[in-house]
């Protein structure tokens, strides 16, 4: 997790552009967000839901910038929606600077919507008993304080545009807990509270702070990320289920918090695919079983 945002030296970031270590992609066109567009910051936006909703918002007018570590992946995917893909490690505070800063040179000081999705869950399904230290803190290091870092530092912007708006994207795992969940569900409680706390702390300003909280979602990434590259376990999260959620569920609920009134907060959204009852209630089809009620990671 070592890359950082770079913007382009003696120069500002521009439409479609690429900023990585101080170079602007050949594709950029034009030196700012065009008048009177609205721009966006979605993190985590290499892959999955952050990558269905920066295509989403590009599609409702935004200019959005698309910040992951990944830098081929996301300026393939700002040359495909006319955007600015930024390499950014939210855990790394350097990093999140050098994200603000071209922010800032986009749009005047201004930002009218942060999507905080960069998150996941690692170290399997491993009971606290079993629990490996280093995967909890990857865990609160991406889930919560890159979720802190990110907010700080783009915070100005979005209380400059007289109508921001932030929505962060947590998990119905940090609504309950779960055997072999212990982590994760940690960290997004920790995302669900660190939410609520900004909503109060920032009442009397022109930033709405909102929470979508997905529950079985079926990304070509999380589940594998989380069990470690196992394509069986990952598999299994899901067997049976005709129907999970899958990223563009999410990202269209997500473009439809963010373009309510200002005056209209949707302080929290969970969804579940139809399925999914609860976390360890989920109607599974399987070759053995026809009709299976048994329990699930979920998200």
Not at 98 to 107: D, E, F, R
């Amino acid at each position: 997790m070592g890359d950082e945002c770079a913007t382009a030296r003696g120069a500002g970031p521009r439409v479609g552009a690429g900023v990585q270590d101080g170079r602007v992609s050949e594709h950029a066109t034009g030196p700012t967000t065009p008048p009177g567009r609205r721009t966006a910051v979605v993190t985590g936006a290499s892959s999955g839901i952050g990558e269905a909703t920066a295509r989403r918002l590009a599609a409702a007018g935004y200019h959005v910038v698309c910040a992951a570590r990944r830098t081929e992946r996301v300026e393939a995917l700002a040359a495909e929606i006319g955007g600015t893909a930024v390499t950014c490690d939210v855990t790394d505070p350097a990093s999140v600077a050098g994200l603000a800063s071209t922010v800032g040179s986009l749009s005047g000081g201004r930002l009218d919507l942060l999507v905080n999705n960069a998150g996941g869950a690692f170290g399997g399904a491993a009971s606290v008993a079993e629990a490996d230290a280093d995967a909890w803190r990857a865990m609160f290091e991406v889930n919560v304080v890159g979720l802190m870092e990110v907010t700080k530092a783009l915070l100005p912007a979005l209380v400059a545009s007289g109508a921001g708006a932030v929505v962060n994207v947590g998990s119905t795992a940090g609504r309950l807990a779960y055997e072999g969940g212990a982590g994760y569900t940690a960290a997004k409680h920790g995302t669900k509270v660190v939410n609520e706390t900004l909503r109060l702390e920032l009442y009397d300003q022109p930033v709405r702070i909102m929470e979508v909280a997905p529950g079985m979602v079926r990304t070509d990434e999380f589940a594998l990320n989380r069990f470690d590259g196992d394509r069986a376990a990952a598999d299994a999260v899901y067997a049976g289920v005709a129907e999970p959620l899958v990223a563009d569920d999410v990202a269209d609920a997500i473009v439809w918090m963010a373009t309510r009134p200002a005056h209209v907060s949707i302080d929290e959204l969970v969804i579940r695919p139809k399925a999914q009852a609860h976390q360890h209630k989920v109607h599974r089809v399987l070759p053995d079983r026809p009709s299976a009620d048994d329990d699930s990671l979920g998200d």
